[in-house]
């Protein structure tokens, strides 16, 4: 199996910045996709970010396009995501998540870290 953790979850003020981690330890595989959830309180689990870790293919939310920037190094199995601009509509629970499949659906992902709280506030 693959352990997946996140860090760098914080309290910033909107329009402030951050940058989430995730690293990966344990089995991995020659390809496969990473994503990024969150959960804001009251709400649904939603999809922020994905990227194929062969080819860079990446998916962004609506919600996020031209804000958050997902990446990724291969050499350290470690994924990203730059978040830039934020509000606080943007606070909640981000999860890291791995996927076998070269594009998976928000309910096909194999491997989920605990997660790290981002609190935004205005």
């Known amino acids: 199996q693959v352990q997946l953790v996140e860090s760098g979850g914080g309290l910033v003020q909107a329009g402030g910045s951050l940058r989430l981690s995730c690293a990966a330890s344990?089995?991995?595989?020659?390809?496969?996709?990473m994503g990024w959830f969150r959960q804001a309180p009251g709400k649904e689990r939603e999809i922020v970010a994905s990227i194929s870790w062969i080819g860079g293919t990446t998916y962004y939310a609506d919600s996020v396009k031209g804000r958050f920037t997902i990446s990724r190094d291969n050499a350290k199995n470690t994924l990203y995501l730059q978040m830039n601009n934020l509000r606080p509509e943007d606070t909640a629970v981000y999860y890291c998540?791995?996927?076998?499949?070269?594009?998976?659906?928000?309910?096909?992902?194999?491997?989920w870290g605990q997660g790290t709280q981002v609190t935004v506030s205005s």
């Open positions: 344990g089995r991995t595989y020659n390809r496969y996709t």
């Open positions: 998540a791995a996927s076998r499949l070269a594009a998976p659906s928000s309910s096909e992902y194999d491997y």
